[in-house]
């Protein structure tokens, strides 16, 4: 086994090391559980992997593998995770549910950081005027072809009241409805996937 | 005219690229000329190269050694598939007209897949095989997620992740391959491939070859992705799955057995096993269904095993009936789906209890359908029986595979009878308005049934040279064999599936996760590699 | 440098697979099993004592050029399906508020 070891020359040592380092790096992004790591730890088994085709006589594969691996994968990656941990609200209510005495102090504004806090979301309070165009106006069409999760409007049938609508679909949504159930002037309305045949 | 293949594949994609660059509301026209050009210039070539296939090897790039270079070619077999590709695409084309509307981006993704399936049909070369089967991978994945419900989005990311990780286990025995031959252009490969004959290598890259093709094949026990794909797509995109795309699995599967056919291994037997196996499964869990759609979907599966119990059997007569039924399938499953899209767009649901009445409320669809049914279940006259008597006659000698073949075909029967419920009923009152074309449409696939019915000796002598002349077309034998299958068949519904047992309400909800697919993905793998490797 | 190395890379892979309970996963196993298969090719195709197989008058003796063409196609086709993955997975988060298979497989879709 030493003689093995002895017999070796310094490249071939190196590509013995990588491959070993390879081998962990894989098992681990395999046990993680979390995402974040996994992404930095692929973002290292393509560099690895990289200088292992490099060392296989092959340049231009490592040229790609780098720039596609290392950069690439990671950016869409957290383009798309940002984008996933958004919770985006439209308030329709326009009333002090959110923003009381010009601060975010409302009881609508409390239990949605509860929630949204509990949940690891960023929570996105918005009014933007895109969401009221005509073609898009109606609240399950709203939910079911932009992206905003959770529409406020008032109850028409209370007084003081609030109706939150959501798809649902959504596990988030039935989650808020358990926090939902401590108070009586808030409801909550689901909207079921419609499939409309063809 | 010997660039003619070339040009097949280039020519959808062109267009594709035209359609979505340029929005005109007309383009939908362009899409039908494009396929009239197609047709013309397939036929031509067909004509010209009917009787010398070796002269149609076409090496890309202007190399001069057949082994490097990306090569294409073309045989009886693969005409036969490029025909049945364009008039697949004739009926989807039609199916979808509509007189001044075009939605671009969805004609975009079509026709480049028509594209990339010609590519496939055509390739001789393991790596450009290789590239082509990712690329369908890629664009059905797109097609199946373009309806943008939840549930479609989920079963194409099921699909996309099975199908790519078998299509890397083929990479995986292309490497196998290169090492051991230092080529991968399939017709060198056919020739040299006994000289490594019985090394460990070779079976183990036939395994992992198969293990892929059988993903994409909608083998058991991998078939979970093809129900959920075809169930949530749109009909006319699950027409053409179902009809044209797992044909795609079942071309490879053929063209890698002719590749490993001089190695002489024995696969005969377990495929046959694993098609019996994938039929029984099938038309369980259809018949345990109360969505038209997933019923059709699980009928497909069950009929694909049908298909690879004719496709391994070493008779060639045999063989010929499992590539006619592929054909037939193709033909009749597109017609079942393109009508049950129409039924569904016309009563806003997919559950069965809730259609009733078709036969008075559209009762040119209704006979379409019909047809289509009388043709899957294999009434004389229509194709369906015809492919299905070439099968039981080469499995004359065993009572075992002519006692598996009626358990499936009453499987079968019994499940249209239950979808023919459909048709009994009330008039509905007020639905929208028809398009003509669709009536087209289904017109001209059912004449194809009613055509393969009867013509079959002329068509397979002109396609393969096969002799068919002792199959007959109508026999009182035939008939009283389908007398009595539809007779049992309707007892079976009226005694067990009528009142909703427990049993099948479980086989309904059996749901296989993720984790569970690829966990018998790999035993898969292992069971064929212990046969193959070890025994 | 060992074959058998890479071979356990390409098994690990396959272990993540099937054993993965996020989809997320599931979309890097599929990128870790693609990299091992072409470290595989690329290392079947390297001889021993040739060259770069780059246009070099002085040269003569280079490792085979032909599974360095096919590899990167290969990276580019793994790079494609990860993205289009990645993006089906930001609209699956989107309906089902979550990434885990089987919260995403179980449910039924509340209609059907």
């Known amino acids: 086994m030493v003689d093995f070891f002895q017999s070796l020359t310094l490249i071939e040592m190196t590509a013995y090391a990588l491959q070993a380092l390879l081998i962990m790096i894989a098992f681990a992004i395999v046990i993680h559980k979390n995402n974040g790591t996994i992404v930095i730890l692929i973002a290292s088994f393509s560099l690895v992997t990289a200088s292992l085709y490099v060392i296989n006589n092959a340049p231009d594969v490592a040229i790609a593998e780098v720039a596609i691996g290392s950069a690439i994968i990671p950016l869409i990656y957290v383009i798309s995770i940002s984008r996933q941990r958004e919770f985006i609200v439209l308030d329709k209510a326009m009333d002090d549910f959110i923003i009381h005495d010009n601060t975010f102090t409302g009881v609508g504004y409390i239990l949605l950081k509860r929630f949204s806090d509990f949940y690891h979301l960023e929570l996105n309070i918005t009014n933007d005027p895109m969401y009221y165009k005509d073609t898009v106006s109606r609240d399950q069409v709203l939910t079911e072809q932009t992206n905003v999760d959770l529409i406020i409007t008032k109850d028409p049938q209370k007084e003081d009241g609030y109706v939150l609508k959501g798809k649902a679909s959504n596990i988030l949504m039935s989650k808020l409805e358990e926090m939902v159930k401590d108070y009586d002037n808030i409801r909550l309305i689901k909207f079921k996937d419609r499939d409309l045949g063809e | ?535 | 440098m060992n074959p058998i190395l890479t071979f356990i890379v390409i098994l690990i892979g396959f272990y993540g697979l099937a054993t993965s309970n996020n989809i997320i996963k599931s979309v890097f196993s599929v990128t870790i099993i693609e990299s091992g298969v072409i470290l595989l090719f690329l290392n079947l195709g390297n001889l021993e004592g040739g060259a770069i197989p780059i246009l070099n008058d002085q040269v003569s003796y280079i490792v085979d050029p032909l599974p360095q063409a096919l590899m990167i196609t290969t990276i580019v086709i793994g790079s494609t399906v990860t993205a289009l993955a990645l993006m089906l997975c930001i609209k699956i988060f989107h309906h089902y508020g979550t990434v885990e298979w089987k919260e995403v497989l179980g449910r039924k879709d509340v209609k059907s």
């Not at chain 2, 959808?12 to 197609?38: E, N």
């Not at chain 2, 129900?227 to 795309?245: D, M, R, T, Y």
């Not at chain 2, 495929?271 to 759609?293: P, R």
């Not at chain 2, 391994?312 to 789906?337: C, E, Q, R």
Request: proline share 2%; hydrophobic share 55%; glycine share 8%.
């Open chain 2, 1 to 535: 005219m010997s660039q003619i293949p070339v040009i097949l594949i280039f020519l959808p994609v062109l267009t594709a690229l035209f359609i979505y660059l340029f929005k005109w509301r007309h383009m939908h026209l362009l899409a039908l000329l494009t396929q009239t050009g197609m047709t013309i210039l397939a036929i031509v070539y067909f004509l010209h190269f009917k009787d010398q296939f070796e002269a149609t090897h076409i090496i890309l790039g202007g190399w001069s050694d057949v082994r490097i270079g990306i090569s294409l070619a073309n045989d009886g077999l693969s005409m036969a598939f490029i025909f049945l590709t364009l008039f697949m695409w004739w009926s989807v084309l039609t199916y979808l007209y509509r007189f001044g509307k075009t939605e671009h981006t969805f004609l975009f993704f079509l026709m480049f897949l028509q594209g990339v399936f010609l590519g496939l049909l055509q390739s001789n070369d393991l790596f450009n095989l290789f590239v082509f089967f990712e690329l369908t991978t890629i664009i059905v994945t797109i097609l199946i997620a373009y309806k943008k419900t939840g549930e479609s989005f989920r079963a194409a990311i099921y699909y996309l992740l099975l199908n790519t990780s078998g299509v890397l286990l083929f990479l995986i025995a292309i490497v196998m391959l290169y090492n051991l031959y230092g080529t991968i252009n399939i017709r060198v490969l056919s020739e040299v491939i006994h000289t490594h004959a019985d090394t460990t290598i070779l079976k183990f890259a036939y395994v992992l070859m198969m293990t892929g093709i059988s993903v994409k094949a909608a083998l058991f026990p991998v078939f979970t992705w093809l129900p959920k794909a075809h169930g949530v797509a749109q009909s006319a995109i699950s027409a053409l799955l179902s009809g044209l795309i797992v044909k795609g699995g079942i071309y490879l599967f053929f063209r890698i057995n002719f590749l490993f056919e001089s190695a002489g291994l024995p696969y005969h037997n377990i495929f046959f096993i694993l098609g019996l196996l994938t039929a029984l499964s099938g038309i369980i869990f259809a018949l345990a269904q109360k969505n038209i759609k997933l019923m059709l979907a699980y009928s497909t599966v069950s009929q694909i095993g049908l298909i690879i119990m004719g496709l391994s059997s070493p008779d060639i007569t045999t063989f010929y009936g499992g590539v006619l039924h592929t054909f037939n399938h193709a033909l009749f499953k597109a017609l079942l789906f393109l009508g049950a899209g129409v039924i569904i767009a016309v009563y806003r649901t997919k559950k069965l209890d809730e259609i009733r009445g078709v036969f008075r409320t559209m009762p040119i669809i209704s006979v379409m359908m019909i047809i289509g049914m009388l043709a899957i279940t294999g009434m004389p006259f229509f194709n369906g029986y015809i492919s299905k008597s070439i099968i039981k006659y080469g499995f004359e000698d065993s009572v075992f595979r002519t006692l598996a073949l009626y358990l499936v075909n009453i499987g079968t029967t019994t499940l249209f009878i239950k979808m023919s419920h459909i048709f009994f009923g009330p008039k509905m009152l007020s639905y929208p308005m028809k398009h003509r074309q669709q009536n087209i449409t289904l017109l001209l696939l059912a004449l194809a049934c009613l055509v393969f019915g009867n013509f079959y000796v002329e068509i397979m002598d002109a396609f393969f040279g096969i002799d068919y002349a002792h199959i007959t077309r109508i026999s009182l034998g035939g008939l009283l064999d389908y007398g009595i299958t539809v007779i049992i068949g309707i007892l079976i519904y009226l005694y067990v599936l009528k009142k909703d047992v427990k049993l099948v309400k479980g086989i309904r909800e059996f749901k296989i996760s993720f984790e569970t697919a690829n966990i018998l993905f790999i035993a898969l793998l292992t069971v064929l590699t212990f046969y193959f490797v070890i025994l």
